[in-house]
């Protein structure tokens, strides 16, 4: 099964820090593709969303990470609400899908509205080494799970929890 669909597509990404795989390489080939990418920015204790571009100029965020400069995405409609996949950065994602973040909960704050793909959502993909993709992380309510672990060495799909779950 290929990860992403036939372009054009609507993908929210973000630049890695250095102790991530890199998310330069995706992030080229999705515009090279055509497709319509997203990067976060943060603005307090949230995140903003950028369209970006082969020439979009960055500028280092209060983490250090290059962030697109330009003008945000409006928050109303829900900025990633049309987009088909989100790729997430982890600490580690167990194989039960449960993401362990960064601790600072912006992306749980992004997903805590959005549907799951099973009920129509956009697919998330956690981008992990291979040894952060373990059997069991921490995992407290408003922690939001992935559907695919994408790893330098393999792809991880995780099965849909059952209605008894």
Do not use: N
Request: with cysteine; net charge negative; glycine share 10%.
């Amino acid at each position: 099964m290929p990860l992403l669909p036939p372009s054009p597509v609507t993908v929210s990404c973000y630049r890695s820090m250095s102790a991530e795989p890199g998310t330069a390489p995706l992030i080229e080939a999705l515009l090279t593709r055509g497709d319509r990418v997203l990067l976060p920015r943060i603005d307090g204790s949230r995140l903003q969303w950028v369209a970006v571009t082969h020439i979009t100029d960055y500028a280092r965020g209060p983490l250090g990470i290059k962030e697109p400069v330009g003008p945000a995405l409006p928050d109303q409609p829900a900025p990633l609400a049309g987009a088909d996949i989100l790729f997430l950065p982890a600490l580690s994602v167990d194989r039960a899908g449960r993401r362990l973040g960064q601790g600072g909960g912006y992306y749980d704050k992004v997903l805590a509205g959005m549907p799951l793909h099973s009920a129509g959502g956009p697919l998330r993909v956690a981008v992990l080494f291979d040894g952060e993709f373990v059997d069991v992380v921490p995992f407290e309510d408003h922690d939001c799970s992935v559907d695919i672990v994408l790893m330098p060495g393999r792809v991880e799909y995780i099965a849909p929890a059952s209605p008894s779950d």
